[in-house]
């Protein structure tokens, strides 16, 4: 079920997305709004499941059958084993990755210390997002975003 928390965190990702979309195509107020939504549909598998390990895999799913454009990439966020990510992926996960739990802007560095200490330096989740902010910043879209 989403939480208020994690309704928060949605907001605060399509917001970001919004942002960072803007400087990709600061003229396309259609791509624009197309990320805001985007963040806003990215953690919808939440309602449907109590762990989160398949959230993403789950809302994507969901947005398929709905015939949402975009489900593609609510099904691969957050996965640090995607080696090409589309625009919309990558303005997703910088998003996701730069929003904290209660929807607060973070850095990259700020989301990976919350994640670490709220799972532990050596949990899974922790490790995954290590390699996903590196893939993020290494990206030579990273510029644009700064």
């Known amino acids: 079920m989403i939480t208020e928390n994690r309704w928060m965190h949605i907001l605060g990702v399509a917001r970001k997305a919004k942002e960072i979309a803007a400087k990709f195509k600061p003229n396309d107020d259609k791509f624009i709004e197309d990320m ?11 309602e449907f499941m109590e762990s989160n390990t398949s959230h993403a895999a789950v809302g994507g799913e969901i947005l398929k059958r709905g015939g949402y454009k975009y489900w593609q990439e609510v099904a691969m966020h957050g996965d640090e084993t995607v080696e090409n990510m589309t625009d919309q992926l990558f303005i997703l996960n910088c998003a996701d990755m730069m929003t904290g739990p209660n929807g607060e802007n973070f850095t990259f560095d700020e ?6 200490n709220r799972f532990g ?8 997002c290590i390699i996903e902010v ?12 700064l």
Do not use: V
């Open 134 to 145: 590196r893939k993020l910043k290494n990206d030579t879209r990273y510029s644009k975003i």
């Open 111 to 116: 989301r990976l210390k919350e994640i670490g």
């Open 121 to 128: 330096k050596d949990s899974a989740p922790y490790q995954k």
């Open 36 to 46: 805001f939504l985007l963040g806003i549909m990215h953690d919808l598998g939440y």
